[in-house]
């Protein structure tokens, strides 16, 4: 037999096992500050003794400093299953955190009870993250457990703070504990995917959330000689932003759903609440997510020109804020971590699975602009954040032999 159908035997027998941790982890509510929650601190110290009594230890930690939680830090733990080389590591990373139960009446059980139910595991956090979780911790387990030592470091990371954007989890790891990474790793995050496990996200466009505010001369509406029309000019821009910016920048990349950059006119901000006031003051903001082939900064140059011709037709100043920018590197569709990730994935799931790009705001690119090759892919039937949410405890399984090919 070999040693991977010895592994795979294991992790089959180890379901009740599987349940167990998930039972434990779905009884501690991991909130974060922002939803009026302590962070992580509870789940992780019973996520640690359970790692180590099984034997999968030393469980390392990587606070990252936060006064809003009782213990004035955010946990991010590490364990390390040592390969035959220590470079070029293969990473898990796993959250902690979940999000809050939403309006109990939504859900049919107790979000914080672990409830099995036809092969589903009902509760918070159960598929998000605890199924990803659980199935690298298996993984690493089945390589300890059955005494085989895998080519390269086995090392998983449970991250803190996913859920409001990772300030005091993986994006403060990186910069606060370089020494912990090294060229050459590479990381699987199985937070998102498919319920056949056919999408493997290497990529994602670029964030740009951006405010308008055109101001021109507030004056009676029975005198708009005396004024400039703030709406109107502002109305102006905005149309002449939604027209010529997918014209200019068109490029197009298949793995995305939409293809293309998109430019979108979104939010409005009140003006005057009566009729008989000519508006001195728009204000009106901008969502758009940018191919990674495509220059932000021509982007904005050609938005600054757009408003410049603005402001000379219609008497008023344009100023524009970049209220976020965030664009992460793609990690190549022929790096050596998709190719085995596909070939993982059709040997265990019977599927050819396809690499796919977002439409931004990922923990990947933390990781990818940081210079290492992220795959974001699982196993699951996206119920993460709803009432009921479940995961499905064959994807669990299942996805845990992906994980040890990968890593293998
Ligand atoms: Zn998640």
Redesign the pocket.
């Known amino acids: 037999m070999s040693d991977t159908e010895k592994l795979f035997d294991w992790i089959d027998s180890q379901r009740g096992g599987m349940i167990g941790l998930q039972k434990l982890l779905t009884g501690i509510p991991a909130l974060a500050p922002e939803s009026g929650g302590e962070g992580e601190d509870k789940k992780a110290a019973a996520l640690k003794a359970w790692l180590e009594q099984q034997g999968l230890g030393p469980v390392e930690n990587y606070p990252v400093k936060d006064e809003r939680v009782p213990s004035g830090a955010r946990p991010n733990l590490v364990v390390t299953v040592p390969g035959k080389e220590s470079s070029g590591a293969f990473w898990v990373m796993s959250?902690l955190d979940v999000v809050p139960p939403g309006d109990l009446s939504g859900w049919a059980t107790d979000p914080y009870t672990l409830t099995e139910k036809d092969g589903k595991l009902y509760g918070r956090g159960t598929e998000?993250?605890q199924q990803g979780l659980v199935s690298s911790v298996f993984a690493a387990l089945a390589l300890v457990k059955n005494g085989v030592t895998p080519p390269r470091d086995f090392r998983l990371l449970f991250a803190a703070d996913?859920?409001v954007g990772s300030t005091y989890g993986i994006e403060a790891v990186l910069r606060e504990h370089p020494g912990l990474f090294h060229t050459g790793d590479s990381f699987l995050v199985p937070?998102?995917g498919r319920p056949d496990g056919s999408m493997i996200e290497i990529a994602e466009k670029t964030i740009l959330w951006l405010r308008f505010s055109v101001e021109g001369k507030q004056c009676h509406g029975s005198m708009p000689h005396l004024g400039s029309n703030a709406f109107v000019a502002g109305s102006a821009l905005v149309l002449r932003l939604a027209e010529t910016l997918p014209e200019k920048f068109s490029r197009e990349d298949p793995i995305f759903e939409p293809p293309y950059s998109t430019f979108c006119p979104t939010r409005k901000e009140a003006n005057v609440p009566n009729v008989n006031t000519i508006p001195g003051l728009d204000v009106f903001w901008m969502d758009c997510r940018i191919l990674p082939s495509e220059n932000v900064n021509d982007i904005l140059e050609q938005i600054d020109s757009l408003g410049r011709a603005v402001e000379a037709q219609y008497k008023v100043k344009v100023k524009r804020e970049v209220f976020q920018r965030k664009s992460s590197k793609p990690t190549s569709a022929d790096c050596a971590l998709v190719g085995r990730l596909k070939n993982a994935v059709n040997r265990v799931y019977g599927v050819e699975a396809c690499v796919k790009g977002v439409g931004g705001g990922t923990v990947g690119a933390y990781l990818r602009n940081a210079g290492y090759d992220t795959v974001i892919w699982s196993t699951i039937e996206e119920t993460?954040h709803m009432p009921n949410e479940y995961c499905v405890v064959k994807n669990m399984v299942n996805d845990a032999k992906v994980m040890l090919l990968l890593g293998g």
């Open positions: 959250h998000d993250n996913e859920e937070d998102s993460c």
